[in-house]
């Protein structure tokens, strides 16, 4: 590469060597006879400063040219600096300006709200704090991958566009090429035999049951990729595309499922507190004061297993006033998972056997007829950051779950034809990618997580 990074730059002696700076000018400040640019370039969270003479006629040339947001091409040497808060400085001997950056550019040196920076989602990514994310969000990208490489997991792709709907919840996209204003329609319901795929087509809201078949040929796979939800929800928790983690493993029952997710939880926090210092020490104090300490605690602490019938019993025990009330068959809530992880247990804990009537028709049934073999992983200060389950793996209850569903078994007839042959137990979960990296960075809002928000009204 021609030029080095930021971040590259500051880890080099400043012994005086030449070196070239590109990057974005954050402040530029004068004081008597010196001037001092802030670059950055997105590598770090620091900058670096360039100092020059404002009486040099380079510099007095380019002055009106030289705004916040302008890049830039500086060439000096790399001394030690004599002021605080880095170690080192380049002394600058030559200046070009590469692009402009007009006068009512936003991100002027000031602090903006995270809702006003929602409105600019092309500059965002300049500033400090989603620099940082956006970085982590990187980093634990492909710690995802090298977990599973390392545990034997293949990577696969599965279909963004699908016939299935994986949740049975009916939230989803629909994906046409017909023209919304001449659908064709036969006694009243659309005429899908004239759409591309020559049937009704969405968007994925999970691989999960492509995987399974995967899964079944390739004994453990992973998939990673955009899923997309049409639910309705305008809060801080809810994105309509997000990414979603979703590994698969036959000969795999329920408590294989548990051991897996509490592994990998723990060692992707460990991974990211022990290699992104710097960004760790910015959300600690700028996003979430504290936030080390307690993601340590998580890494390091043994996950609580408890059923959901105990977990239910637990709550109404505690005399706490909920503001949604408990009782048994209810699907627990945002606060009912906070308070057992950071109250009852005051650790992350592993839910185990809900009630069938709110899991999905593919989870499968436990002995008692009334629950069924899924688990959520709770963790503190956001609630659920795993679902999963055991996989329903007999013919006859799958189909009887999807016919209670509302589903028909004929639209799912592949799916049941891992039942016919060779079919084993299998189990898998899913997370879903910004839930972890709002965990991990604190920040409060999910849109804050993602490069480019989608959201109800929201495409911009």
């Known amino acids: 590469m021609k030029y080095l990074s930021v971040k590259e730059i500051i880890e080099i002696e400043p012994d005086g060597k030449e070196v070239v700076l590109t990057g974005w000018i954050r402040t530029l400040r004068e004081s008597k006879n010196v001037v001092f640019l802030e670059i950055g370039d997105g590598s770090t969270t620091k900058s670096i400063q360039a100092v020059f003479s404002s009486n040099s006629e380079m510099f007095s040339s380019l002055r009106h040219e030289l705004g916040t947001g302008a890049s830039v091409e500086i060439t000096g040497r790399l001394v030690i600096s004599p002021g605080q808060g880095q170690s080192s400085e380049l002394q600058s001997e030559k200046l070009r ?7 009512d550019y936003v991100l002027q040196k000031k602090r903006h709200s995270f809702d006003f920076l929602r409105t600019v989602p092309h500059l965002r990514g300049r500033t400090n704090t989603f620099g940082a994310i956006f970085r982590l ?35 989803m996209f629909q994906v046409t090429t017909l023209p919304l204003h001449e659908v064709p329609r036969a006694e009243g319901l659309t005429d899908y035999s004239q759409d591309f795929f020559g049937a009704k087509a969405s968007l994925t809201v999970s691989g999960q049951l492509e995987g399974e078949a995967l899964a079944l040929a390739l004994r453990r796979i992973y998939t990673f990729g955009p899923t997309f939800r049409a639910e309705n929800s305008n809060t801080a928790r809810h994105l309509s595309e997000f990414w979603m983690i979703e590994p698969e493993m036959a000969f795999c029952d329920i408590s294989d499922n548990m051991e897996l997710a509490e592994d990998f939880i723990r060692v992707l926090l460990q991974r990211t507190l022990a290699e992104c210092p710097d960004e760790m020490e910015f959300f600690d104090s700028r996003i979430a004061p504290g936030l080390i300490k ?29 503001e949604f009330p408990v009782s048994w068959g209810c699907d627990l809530q945002s606060e009912h998972e906070k308070f057992l992880t950071e109250k009852i247990c005051q650790s992350p804990v592993i839910l185990t056997d809900y009630p069938a009537e709110i899991k999905a028709f593919y989870m499968k049934d436990n002995a008692d007829g009334k629950t069924v073999r899924a688990m959520d992983v709770l963790v503190p200060r956001l609630g659920e950051i795993i679902g999963g389950s055991e996989r329903e793996n007999d013919i006859l209850a799958l189909k009887g779950k999807m016919i209670k569903a509302g ?16 079919s084993v137990p299998h189990a ?26 989608r959201t109800p009204r929201i495409l911009d």
């Open 97 to 103: 300006v590469i692009g402009k950056a007009d006068s």
């Open 137 to 171: 969000r990187s980093f634990l990208s492909m710690a995802v991958h090298q977990y599973f490489s390392e545990r034997g997991f293949f990577l696969v792709h599965t279909p963004i566009i699908t016939g299935s709907d994986c949740e049975g919840a009916g939230e």
């Open 294 to 322: 307690s993601l340590d605690k998580v890494a390091g602490s043994d996950f609580v297993k408890m059923s959901y019938t105990e977990a239910v019993d637990r709550l109404r025990d505690s005399g706490e006033a909920f």
């Open 407 to 422: 589903l028909n078994p004929e639209n799912y007839r592949r799916y049941l034809d891992l039942r016919k042959y060779g």
């Open 428 to 453: 898998g979960f899913g997370l879903g990618f910004e839930r972890l990296i709002q965990y991990v960075t604190g920040m409060q809002n999910i849109r804050d997580v993602i490069p480019y928000p």
